[in-house]
């Protein structure tokens, strides 16, 4: 649901799409919505946001009209990976299991069938694309239940047995980026399994642009999954940040560092983990008692978790994302967790809570994309293509 203002009432609207978007609802946000359908709890829907990814465009939000995109594009032979298929028919169902699949196609000349489940993704940073931008247990499950698909040498869609094919398409509803990726920051398990199975369910990302109107306004077919950039961002290492809450003005003992006075407000930590990142994300997110080993432990007590964020890469980059992040801090607290570090600290304090501000939503897309820029930039001065396998 969405809170939104239509010719200056406020009002509610319903969202068909299941992710976070903290970089796209700002307050402040264009939306395109249209009327919903009568008796509905919500009087308006939303279908996209204006202005969005770039000033004069729109990006489209429905998941659901995301197929439709997918069917139109496939008719249509805009996708050159699927140029030699048709489409069958839709929601079908997986053998053996109660899950379905978006399309089944099938070869136009040898009638051999294609499975293909279609994603949306709405997350772009510089030169990237990435799905999913939050944990998709169902997104794993058809990824696997997809290999085993392509891996069992017959359908009972064909008289006879033929080899099955199966592929994912990511409709990616932006024409800048030319580099598709999954989001291994927001769900390591996805992405593994995508990694793992990539030999057995092809991944095709394919570009599409939006105009004010929310009408198709162009295409890109060349977007490329540089898998060689991957295993290195999937060891479950970097850094992380972690947002509280403080509710009142409170003096609290920090361990060694003695008592520390806190403002009521938001308070970001920046630390890292060269193993393990997601259990030390985790240990920080649980209430109730511990025993307390850092800093941040102490602070965790008298404070209420409110988001976190990875950044899956392999080296120890923590001085620096304090240092990106703090000129849109109030402030910080000396000494904190800044014992081995050349900063004066590495908790950062906010009067409000930084999340719903363009400013602080954009360095956290730069910062995650850091790794993989880094990485394809050393494959290529090896002269290596990085979207062949290792």
């Not at 293909?116 to 990824?143: N, Q, Y």
């Not at 800044?338 to 600290?345: F, I, K, N």
Request: glycine share 8%.
């Amino acid at each position: 649901m969405v809170e939104a203002e239509i010719d200056g009432t406020a009002t509610t609207a319903s969202l068909p799409n299941p992710g976070r978007m903290q970089e796209i609802l700002i307050p402040g946000t264009r939306l395109q919505c249209l009327p919903g359908p009568e008796g509905a709890k919500h009087p308006w829907r939303v279908v996209g946001v204006l202005d969005r990814p770039t000033p004069g465009s729109a990006l489209y939000l429905d998941t659901g009209g995301t197929n439709r995109v997918a069917a139109h594009a496939i008719n249509t032979k805009q996708i050159p990976a699927l140029a030699d298929y048709a489409l069958d028919r839709r929601e079908v169902r997986v053998p053996g299991t109660r899950s379905r699949i978006d399309f089944l196609l099938r070869h136009r000349t040898s009638g051999d069938p294609l499975f293909l489940e279609v994603k949306s993704c709405t997350l772009f940073t510089g030169r990237w694309a990435m799905f999913p931008d939050a944990i998709t247990e169902r997104g794993t499950r058809h990824v696997r239940e997809l290999a085993e698909l392509a891996g069992s040498g017959a359908t009972r869609f064909s008289d006879a047995p033929r080899s099955i094919a199966a592929a994912i398409l990511v409709v990616v509803h932006h024409t800048g980026p030319d580099c598709f990726l999954p989001d291994y920051h927001a769900d390591l398990d996805f992405s593994r399994t995508l990694y793992a199975l990539r030999d057995t369910v092809r991944v095709i990302a394919f570009g599409v642009r939006w105009n004010q109107e929310m009408q198709l306004d162009g295409y890109r077919p060349d977007i490329t999954v540089p898998w060689r950039v991957l295993p290195p961002l999937l060891e479950d290492r970097g850094s992380y940040l972690v947002l509280l809450r403080m509710d009142r003005e409170r003096t609290l003992t920090i361990g060694a560092l003695g008592d520390v006075h806190f403002l009521p407000g938001f308070y970001l930590y920046v630390g890292s983990a060269m193993r393990n990142l997601s259990a030390r994300v985790a240990r920080h997110r649980r209430d109730g008692r511990k025993r307390p080993h850092w800093h941040i432990d102490y602070l965790r007590e008298s404070t209420t978790f409110v988001d976190s964020y990875a950044i899956r890469e392999p080296w120890r980059r923590e001085t620096d994302i304090v240092a990106t992040l703090r000129p849109l801090a109030a402030g910080d607290v000396p000494g904190f967790g800044a014992s081995d570090s050349p900063l004066p600290s590495h908790l950062l304090y906010f009067r409000n809570d930084p999340r719903p501000t363009e400013a602080f939503q954009k360095e956290i897309l730069r910062l995650r994309r850091y790794g993989p820029d880094r990485l394809l930039k050393e494959h290529k001065r090896r002269g290596e293509t990085p979207s062949d396998d290792p």
